[in-house]
């Protein structure tokens, strides 16, 4: 074997036949396979430009290293290779990939990605992943590359009549849309709405029943207060000269959000929806916290009727029609949260949400903002940028938190798709702001 960077047996092979490299066995294709990447990578350097370079003897070198390491369940050889010399596709001209080898093959490729950084490179890798994918039948594993692609062609092609696929397994690669918030549209209406996780409430609520967690729980169910007023401790606690003092109002705070989350998507608790008369200020839980609390706890409806638009919105109404800012802030920020990863036709949350963009009120301004990016996360939706752009690009009497909060909003709402026009608009901002804007926090 030929000493390390010599290229011996590249340079003996190149003068000599440039087929049945097989025969020569398995270290010497390893070696000449190492090799002709040096050389490809030294000759791409050399040339002025890729097109200006001839590497055709190399690549047929490949073509005849890279089926034999297939076959001999090398995988990772031959993608390294056809990598090194930026013709991966040509892995699904060799007709080397079949149901034993294309998992490996695949996972690999997809591996590769995170450690590529030419967007051209990463691109052809996850094309290739996804072709196949599709020639082998695995559609679910096909569409989560094209959703890494971001490929609205790919996914359209995916959900086509063209390949055949059946409607149940149609459904199942809508589902996986719906869980990462795709803002694709299809033309059938039943899919379209599992898209839009328009079913999403429903489905969680049955699961629920059938594991029998539907009875609402209380922060001291989660506090386990009966232990800790029973026992040694609460002996010796009652014996102490300590004067405590609770705060009744941090209390209240820490058992909405407590209240929040373990009956989040239940559509019932018993702290909020206990009261039958909520206008009853002294015995509703809302009015037990003060200021910022009193926010928190109507927004945690929206935790409670997460994804369930008709019943959440019908009780955060009540809410809008209370003369504290507070508590409409607070509604307008359970607005966005019940409407979060939900696509609906009739967008009700766009409609409630950018009535109180021009409300006199700052903290209802700002919690409408925010209810915007929370609803819209992902969605790419062109209404929300019409609603938010003139909030963050306003200069003359705008408040600078709700500026910055507009701007985040549009970050969730754009998130990953490099909008220029709302980059454009943040840099300008930025450089428009005035000291007292930029030290006032």
Known sequence: MAESGSRESLSFKLQGSKVDISSWGHEYVRSLAGEISEAYNQRILEGLSDE???????ITLVDDIVPFQMKHNAEVDAVDLLVEVQRITKILDYNVIDDRNY???????LRLCDYIADPDDIESLYSTSYSIYLQQGKYTDALRVAIRLDDEEKISHLLSDELDIPLILKKQL???????KSYYVHESEELN????NNHLSDQFISIARSMDLL?????????KT???NSGPSARRKANSNANTVTDSARGNLAGTFVNAFVNSGYNN???????????????NWVFKNKDHGMISAVASLGMIYLWNIDEGFSQLDKYFHFTDDNV???????IGIVASGIRNESDPSLAILTEYLDDKAHIIRLNAIIGLGIAYAGSRKSEVLEQLIPVVSAIDGSNIIEVSFAALSLGLVFVGTCNDEISGVLIQRLMEASDTELNSW
């Open 174 to 180: 809508c589902y996986i849309l719906a869980k990462h």
């Open 328 to 334: 409409k802030a607070g509604a307008c920020l359970g």
């Open 103 to 109: 998992e490996r093959v695949c996972l690999y490729i």
């Open 226 to 228: 009966h232990l800790i």
């Open 269 to 283: 608790d018993k702290l909020l929806l206990d009261d039958t008369n909520i206008s009853n200020t002294s015995s």
């Open 52 to 58: 200006d370079v001839d590497v055709s003897d190399l």
């Open 215 to 223: 009875e609402p729980k209380l922060p001291d169910d989660i506090y």
């Open 193 to 196: 709405e599992i898209i839009g």
